[in-house]
């Protein structure tokens, strides 16, 4: 047991080691200064000619918007179609998989254009490799570039000078695409394809057990789906199992090298705020916020795996491993609760063990980690969700000092207080209200086999899935029967509801900081890069979440912990 905590203490040290000096780069990629991968300009300059477009175009917030929105329309409308059709499709499709199902494709394709990746079906058995690579690959990057461009946007907000103009989405956009998730994939892939993890369009492959039986083993390109889909915060597993599947995630290295890769550019997206804005004890303190956050619920969810379930010990049993219902024995619960953790507190949602054979208060952690939403968050969107709460937390202390508030010299009033409320609340409104029918609709209608567990945890199930969807997410209590037309619309809007508005709200309040004039800084202003600000932070967040949720978590964990 102390090597598996030996090991956990090792992944986060080498994720947050690393996370500095790729903030140091990105910072640069988004001013445009010379970086390495600047070889790439002439593919990036080819692209702008064949589309039309010119990346050096000023654009102001609305401007910026409509072109994330275009944009992903356009992305959305094709996942949609090459679902529906692909079937038809016999370029790499070699076992014939069909047509999707018009609600589970309108679902699939909300859920990775959001960059959710909620999956209500089983990826080797409902896509081709045709839809893996076109529709699922190619939306993993395109999607958390979006989120990367959207947060770049912010910056250039930040710190502009009483001017209009937050930069182009499409240069932003592309350069995310080409000098940040190309390249680390390229890296973390060709490391999974050296541990094993298959890389080919052979279809089934034939396989002889050592019983002497014969069975056909379903493959494809994993490594290079796998790559992205952990680094760009997506988690869309190749298989079923995701990351628990041994072709996903097949030693402890692997293992390592994923848990990383889930964390690595959203931890490193808020050093990169400090290197762009020249605020790097501001930066520091804002991370030190959400680490704070991270690892106690680290610790806390370890804690409960490894003691094992009060249950059994009740019954004279001895559970050496702690917890091991759901877990894979060559990573142990340790490492599969320090992936639970890490994979709510970004919006990736991929998973290395089964979260609904988790102990009551672990899969409790996980919902709330998700509820708040911004402890690193998905790549660009979780330091955007994550300036919300700053935006309240400077208002609050503003008026604890008697002073207007100020954030980077410039005055926080009414308008962008109401955006950053609107944005908040937004979040437990749309989980509430569908956990609610949902829970509506089960208890009228027992018999539609959804719930795996009518009572609390059956609660939990539903609160689970709705928190997954609105924030963007994507994983899930697996113990729920979610490929239904309830589950398949409404988990898509709301996953198309909580991407997109929270996207604008912020990029509304940087364009309109940044057509304000710089406040001098004097002996009242609120100074933001202190503990005390830092304090008053974490507990705005921790009062927001607790306030929203408390109640839900309450019918559902919680009760379900007390009855063990």
Not at 114 to 120: E, I, M, R, Y
Not at 247 to 258: G, H, M, R, S, T
Request: charge should be neutral; aromatic fraction near 12%; include cysteine.
């Amino acid at each position: 047991m102390n090597t598996e905590i030996f090991g956990v203490v090792f992944i986060i040290l080498l994720i947050f080691i690393s996370a500095y000096p790729l903030g140091k780069y990105i910072s640069k990629v988004f001013k445009g200064e010379k970086v390495w991968s600047d070889f790439l300009s002439p593919l990036e300059k080819l692209i702008f000619k064949i589309s039309s477009i010119d990346p050096n175009e000023p654009m102001d917030w609305k401007e910026n918007m409509k072109a994330l929105l275009r944009l992903n329309l356009i992305f959305f409308l094709w996942s949609i179609i090459i679902l529906l059709v692909q079937g038809y499709i016999h370029i790499w499709n070699p076992v014939n998989i069909g047509n999707m199902e018009a609600a589970l494709s309108f679902n699939t394709a909300s859920s990775f254009v959001s960059n959710t990746n909620l999956q209500d079906y089983s990826g080797e058995t409902g896509l081709s490799y045709f839809s893996q690579m076109l529709v699922i690959c190619f939306m993993q990057f395109v999607s958390a570039a979006t989120g990367i461009a959207a947060l770049a946007l912010l910056f250039k907000g930040l710190v502009q000078k009483k001017a209009t103009d937050l930069g182009n989405f499409y240069n932003l956009f592309l350069k995310s695409c080409t000098r940040i998730l190309l390249p680390l994939s390229l890296v973390v892939a060709v490391i999974l394809l050296l541990n094993g993890m298959p890389t080919t369009f052979n279809g089934l492959q034939k396989v002889f057990t050592l019983e002497g039986d014969t069975t056909y083993v379903a493959t494809g390109p994993v490594a290079p789906i796998v790559a992205i889909k952990q680094l760009g915060t997506n988690g869309g597993g190749f298989f079923g199992p995701n990351s628990a599947h041994p072709f996903e995630n097949p030693n402890y290295l692997a293992n390592i090298v994923e848990n990383i890769s889930i964390l690595l550019i959203a931890a490193a997206l808020v050093f990169a705020f400090g290197f762009y804005l020249n605020k790097k004890k501001l930066a520091w303190i804002l991370f030190s916020v959400m680490l704070v956050v991270y690892l106690f619920f680290v610790a806390s969810a370890v804690h409960f795996e490894d003691a094992g379930n009060p249950k059994i010990a009740k019954l004279g049993i001895s559970q050496p491993m702690g917890n091991m219902e759901g877990k894979e024995v060559r990573l142990g619960p340790a490492a599969s609760a320090l992936w639970g953790v890490t994979t709510t507190s970004t919006s990736n949602g991929s998973v290395n063990s089964m979260h609904d054979s988790h102990m009551p208060l672990s899969g409790g952690i996980y919902m709330l980690d998700m509820m708040i939403n911004g402890i690193f968050g998905g790549v660009g969107v979780g330091f955007i969700n994550f300036f919300m709460f700053i935006v309240i937390a400077v208002f609050i202390g503003g008026l604890m000092i008697g002073r207007t508030p100020e954030f980077l010299g410039k005055k926080i009033e009414a308008r962008e207080v109401k955006i950053a409320s609107i944005v908040i609340l937004l979040h437990p409104f749309v989980i509430l209200v569908g956990t609610a029918i949902a829970a509506h609709t089960a208890a009228l209608h027992p018999d539609n086999g959804w719930l795996s567990n009518p009572s609390f945890h059956g609660f939990s199930q539903m609160l689970y899935q709705f928190t997954s969807s609105s924030a963007n997410n994507g994983s899930g209590f697996e113990g729920l029967g979610d490929n239904t037309a309830f589950w398949n619309i409404s988990t898509g809007i709301v996953m198309l509801i909580s991407r997109f508005l929270p996207i604008i709200g912020p990029i509304a309040i940087a364009g309109s900081l940044a057509a304000k004039k710089t406040v001098p800084e004097s002996e009242g202003t609120l100074k933001t890069d202190t503990i005390a600000f830092a304090v008053i932070l974490l507990g705005t967040v921790l009062v927001v979440a607790a306030l929203s949720f408390f109640p839900a978590l309450t019918l559902g964990p919680i009760a379900e912990y007390f009855t063990l």
